[in-house]
């Protein structure tokens, strides 16, 4: 790879340590309670980054498992990344709603209870679904 290509994967992580910085030094509590908005935003602008400079991130996982994988499973890896991409964004917004709304009760339901089980939902669901798509393909990976 290429030292830009490099560069530019790193940028979100850049920007999101900065913002983070910056919040913290003139609010302490804010930048505790924006760590989940930038964690979100920052795993939102990953996706986002492989859907438009592919592989997406779902495929590179999906290949260190499987090099095999056959090309006609892209489809629905760039379908998932999509849906990562959609997920992330959503609770980037709400993440960051509770954490300026000024309750601390309502950012930590959301932020201590809510998200991280909606996001273990969201890989089950797409567990399932992946060994659907597979057995389609006629493989059968796990």
């Known amino acids: 790879m290429r030292a830009g290509h490099n ?16 919040i913290i030094v003139r609010s302490p509590i804010i930048g505790l309670k924006t760590c989940p908005v930038l964690l979100a935003f920052t795993f939102g602008a990953i996706f986002a ?20 994988l056959p090309l006609e499973a892209n ?11 959609g997920f992330f964004l959503i609770n980037a917004s709400i993440s960051a709603a509770t954490a ?4 601390m009760r309502s950012w930590t339901l959301y932020n201590g209870l809510i998200s991280n ?12 679904i992946r060994q659907r798509v597979y057995q389609r393909l006629g493989r059968s990976f796990t």
């Open 49 to 68: 980054y492989s859907l438009l400079w592919p592989p997406t991130v779902i495929e590179r996982i999906a290949r260190l498992q499987h090099p095999e």
């Open 100 to 103: 300026f709304s000024g309750s």
């Open 75 to 85: 489809s629905y890896l760039r379908k998932v990344t999509m849906a990562w991409l």
């Open 7 to 22: 560069r530019r994967e790193i940028l979100p992580y850049v920007l999101a340590g900065v913002v983070l910085l910056i």
């Open 117 to 128: 089980p909606a996001t273990g939902a969201l890989f089950g669901r797409e567990f399932l």
